[in-house]
Each structure stands twice: as structure tokens, then as C-alpha cells.
């Protein structure tokens, strides 16, 4: 195979529930430490194609590639290196402690009953001061608010090193603040610390102003894909969305915002 050392390749893929065609022949290549959104109505496939690059979901041969590697032929802790991810809806079951979970994310790197080191304890203890989740270490996690835990998760994921960090939705329990606090650190993250970021986002303004690359999806097909000003077009929103929009352009950042044409707004 022709190498391309693309941090995510994935060719063709298709994924169904049963008789129910979820994916239908998703081609792209995820560009290496940039920063890019999947956008797309609730039920368009955006966690299941995110499933399918974890593995969580096991697509066929030769579909997802991770660095030129066949998504299969993974053992799980060396996928474990290569990616991290912050899921939608992370339950927690038992009582660990806020450390704990962080530290969770060194796991890759430590043999069957190895402890945890002064260098793991270090990395998770950044991770932790990057999410403003130092600070609650010695609590249990199931004693935080959602938004605290959600920070926690993300920690976690920060303490795994890996080169590409998967994010589902991840801002969707933050009060703005932490919001933008998240997606600072995760652009940051992939402008300084060469870490390619792949995030679902619901917010399109957010979507546009952080992604370098956006992926539109509609009913399991990506619809259209490319830089911000290029996919955020009254008719890709009007054919996915079903809703009007204006479209200014932000005088901070220079690109496209965009307002809702609703009863009140018109
Ligand atoms: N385990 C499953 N079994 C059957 N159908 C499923 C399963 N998981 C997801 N689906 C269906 O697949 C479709 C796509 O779901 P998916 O979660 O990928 O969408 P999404 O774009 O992430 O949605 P949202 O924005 O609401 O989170 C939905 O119709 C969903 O009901």
C-alpha cells in the first residue's frame, strides 16, 4: 500500500446495525496536528464513524487506517498510544477517586502490575492543571458535577499522550467558560504539541472558529468537507439542517458566524 502517514485514513467504509445502514462509503483522510470538527444533524452517524476509528465498533479490513496501519491489526494498547478519546456520555461506575481516573490514561505504558511512577504522576498532574481539575483530585468521582467529571475525562485522555485525541461532543456539559477553556487547550494542543484533534461538535459557531478542517455529515454520507468558509454555506446548512441562517463574518477572527433565521430574528 502506498504510505501517506495519515494519522486517520479510511476508505469505503460502511457500517450497519443489523439491516440498518448507518455509514454509507465514508472516504477521508484526517490531516496530521490539525484541528478537525465532524458536523452533522443529531442521528447522522458522527459517533459511529468516531467508533469505528477507537475500534470500539470493529469496521472490516482495509477501511480505517491509523498511521498508515490497519485499524485491525491493532493490539489494543498501542491503539491505546495512538489515540485517546473523550466520549459522549462516560459512566463511571465505580468509586475512584479523581487521581485515579487520571492516572487511568498512563495504563498504555505500564506493564500488567506496574505502578504508577514520578513521571506518570507528573504527566497526570498537568493534565490536570491544564483542565482545572487539580484541585479536586482527592475527590470521588462520583461526588463531582457532570461538567467537573466531563473535565476529568478529559484529563484523562490529556494524561494518555497519545497522538490523536477524539473528542465526542466535549463541550456539551460546560458552562461557556470551561467551553472555551476546552477548546483552547485541545487548539493548543494540536498548534504546539503536534497532536492531531478530531472533535463532534454541535455548536457551529464554535465548529468554525476553532477547526481548520470541517466535516459535514448528513444521514450517514459526508456531505461535504473542507475549510470552514467553504463548507458553512446557506445550502449545506438549508439541505442538512433545514434551517435558514445569515451569515456575517466575525470581526474578531475573520471568518464566518453564523445567526439563525428564526421568528424572532426575522
Ligand atoms: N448500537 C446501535 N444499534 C442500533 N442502532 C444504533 C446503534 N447505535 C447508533 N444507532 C443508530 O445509528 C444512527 C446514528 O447514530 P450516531 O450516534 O452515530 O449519530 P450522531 O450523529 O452521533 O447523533 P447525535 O448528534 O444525536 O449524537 C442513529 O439512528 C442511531 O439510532
Not at 464554535?206 to 477547526?211: E, G, L, R, V
Amino acid at each position: 500500500m502506498k504510505r501517506l502517514n495519515y494519522p486517520i485514513s479510511i476508505n469505503n467504509l460502511d457500517w450497519s446495525f443489523g439491516y440498518n445502514e448507518i455509514l454509507k462509503n465514508i472516504t477521508v483522510n484526517i490531516e496530521r496536528n490539525k484541528f478537525t470538527c465532524i458536523i452533522g444533524p443529531n442521528g447522522s452517524g458522527k459517533s459511529t464513524f468516531l467508533k469505528n476509528i477507537l475500534k470500539i465498533l470493529e469496521p472490516e479490513k482495509n477501511k480505517v487506517f491509523v498511521f498508515d496501519k490497519d485499524i485491525i491489526s491493532y493490539k489494543y494498547k498501542d491503539l491505546s498510544k495512538k489515540i485517546a478519546s473523550v466520549p459522549q456520555n462516560t459512566v463511571v461506575d465505580f468509586n475512584f477517586s479523581v487521581m485515579d481516573i487520571v492516572m487511568m490514561g498512563r495504563s498504555p505504558y505500564l506493564n500488567r502490575f506496574e505502578a504508577e511512577g514520578e513521571k506518570d504522576l507528573k504527566i497526570s498532574k498537568k493534565a490536570m492543571e491544564m483542565t482545572d481539575t487539580w484541585n479536586l483530585r482527592d475527590r470521588t468521582i462520583n461526588t463531582l458535577s457532570g461538567g467537573e467529571r466531563q473535565r476529568v475525562i478529559i484529563a484523562r485522555a490529556l494524561a494518555q499522550q497519545s497522538d490523536i485525541l477524539v473528542l465526542d461532543e466535549p463541550i456539551s456539559n460546560l458552562d461557556i467558560h470551561h467551553q472555551i477553556n476546552l477548546l483552547n487547550i485541545t487548539k493548543e494542543l494540536s498548534e504546539k504539541e503536534n497532536i492531531t484533534v478530531i472533535a463532534v461538535l454541535h455548536d457551529l459557531n464554535f465548529a468554525i472558529q476553532y477547526s481548520d478542517y470541517l466535516i459535514l455529515m448528513n444521514e450517514g454520507r459526508i456531505v461535504d468537507e473542507g475549510l470552514p468558509k467553504e463548507v458553512i454555506t446557506h445550502d449545506n446548512i438549508k439541505n442538512v439542517y433545514d434551517i435558514d441562517i445569515h451569515i456575517m463574518n466575525n470581526p474578531i477572527t475573520g471568518k464566518p458566524h453564523i445567526i439563525p433565521i428564526t421568528d424572532t430574528t426575522a
